[in-house]
């Protein structure tokens, strides 16, 4: 991709399908899936089961057995998960946190309610409306409660995308021709080692005003062609891999300190390991780490090697 493709797709917004943006030597490069800002952090409560609920209806519409209403017409899915585990929960850009922690990919079914809750049950004593959250995990149904969010509608037809996204191969080279499984051993080093063959490459000394075989002493000299393909590729992807892991290292190994926003960014992605290598370059390169502090749970979705090793190099490794 050059300049020119890649200051088109920095104007693109990052998007929540795989549209075409740009075209380069029979590539398509698509926009980034990010989680929305209104679904990345979400809290819910085991709650206390929806028969309090369904008696407030009772009152209010005088029906007679009680039913529940959810959405719009009357809503039979909490009659039939009677029986459910009730637990809190936790939505995040990379899954969802109970107990453990499970990603997009993990969730067979999810299935948002909004229901009136009794009259005389919050302060003012008028009916108030809940979120009731139901997610299918390894053959399991978990219930969750918050205040009504209509947001929450969105996330069932977004799982899907998201779960695509966060199994997408992580890229070993700047056209995404050669990808790696997310779930592999050692990606992390394997990425990092091609960033530095990279920076040190022919290619490398095209991003910088000074050639040099020190990769370290490029970084002081990265020109604003280089950081704009940098962002490029932290805004879009070849469709094949991700190159946003690849361009998260070479921004923070060049000092690409511009690059900051897009990389706080990217703690968005469905993808711990892009979320994840992406923290650690903004951090690098000088961001404070109280924009993540929200995010603790981060790491509990890659295995303990990939946590060690990404840290090691946020410290300077």
Known sequence: MNVEEARQVDEQPAGLSARPIAQKNGLTYVERRLVPAELSYCELEPGPGIAPFWSGIAVLLGLKPPVPIANGPVSLTMMRHARLRRVALQIVPWGIVTATVHGWGDISQLVHESVQQAPGTNDRGWPHRKSFVYTDIGGERFQSVCDFQPTLDKLPKLIRSFAAEA??????????????????????????????????????????DVATDDYRSMSRTLR????????????????????????????????????IPELVGLMRSPSPFVASVARAAAIRLGSGTGAFRRYRALRSFLEDSEVRAIEAWTEGG
């Open 167 to 208: 199994e997408r191969p992580i890229a070993l080279d700047l056209e995404g021709k050669d990808g790696i499984d997310p779930e592999d051993t050692g990606v992390f080093r394997r990425v990092l080692s091609s960033a530095r063959n990279l920076a040190q490459s022919d290619l490398g000394t095209t991003l910088v």
């Open 224 to 259: 604003e062609d280089g950081i704009e393909m940098l962002r490029a590729m932290l805004r879009a992807y070849p469709k094949a891999s991700d190159t946003a892991p690849l361009a998260s290292i070479l921004a923070a190994e060049l000092h690409a300190t511009p690059l």
